[in-house]
């Protein structure tokens, strides 16, 4: 069996690391290069490979899509913070590439994104809905790509459109608007990546959470999509295209 060659971007990141690790476990992956910005190997100077990826910051995920598109090499992205123009710019690179991007490419994360699915429209707005999300003292963004996935999947199984998501509330904020989607965002330590969403009716609350213990959660959940990927056509994907 061919070893699939990819580039790790966004090597020297947590999550760049385990990436690393991992793939040198693993038979199935030959890592061609490490690229970040203090290393000596850049994006300019590398060939095609099978699968770029990339965990950066959103700059460096648009340098590699640019990179990629010209080099005509699929994407596999799990970088978060990103604006609405860079994501239409990654469904615009589907068109030529296979493009895959996840805010979480925990296979625990997107199944709970199914359960909350499942009791948003069941509950619909007689619900108040509340995200508490929890990630180490290093996380730059917030609230989290993930906290925003599920405030996302919430307001859709409800017929709503994110203009209801509401996060960091403070000062006299005024009563709680129906139909509001509340996020809260905790840094603190070394907390790998806690996620919960509370259902608040009269009398009773529905909580449903994922909690990740180890990075190498999400590395492995990357690299089992990476695979994925490896054997699709152009086109835009995400974690609901792997698990389907």
Request: with cysteine; net charge negative; hydrophobic share 40%.
């Amino acid at each position: 069996m061919t070893s699939i060659r990819v580039i790790i971007h966004g090597a020297e990141g947590r999550m760049g690391q385990s990436l690393i690790s991992l793939c040198q476990q693993s038979q199935d992956f030959e890592i061609i290069a490490e690229v970040d910005r203090s290393t000596k190997v850049q994006l300019d100077a590398l060939g095609p490979v099978d699968v770029l990826i990339d965990f950066s910051l959103p700059n460096g995920l648009r340098q590699a899509l640019g990179w990629c598109v010209k080099n005509q090499t699929a994407l596999l992205s799990g970088t978060t913070g990103i604006d609405e123009l860079l994501l239409a710019d990654l469904r615009s690179a589907g068109r030529e590439i296979p493009v895959f991007w996840a805010p979480n490419m925990s296979i625990g994360v997107n199944l709970t994104a199914r359960l909350v699915a499942t009791a948003a429209h069941s509950l619909g707005l007689a619900a108040d809905v509340e995200i508490v999300e929890a990630h180490h003292r290093y996380k730059k963004d917030a609230p989290s790509g993930t906290a925003l996935q599920l405030a996302g999947v919430v307001a859709s199984a409800r017929g709503q459109d994110d203009t209801v998501i509401s996060s960091g509330r403070s000062g006299d904020c005024g009563i709680r608007p129906d139909g509001e989607i509340g996020i809260s965002s905790i840094r603190a330590g070394d907390l790998v990546g806690e996620h919960t969403v509370l259902f608040q009716l009269p009398g009773e609350s529905l909580e449903i959470s994922h909690k990740a213990n180890d990075r190498d959660s999400f590395a492995l959940g990357a690299l089992e999509a990476c695979r994925w990927l490896n054997h699709q056509s152009a086109g835009f994907y995400d974690m609901r295209d792997l698990l389907n």
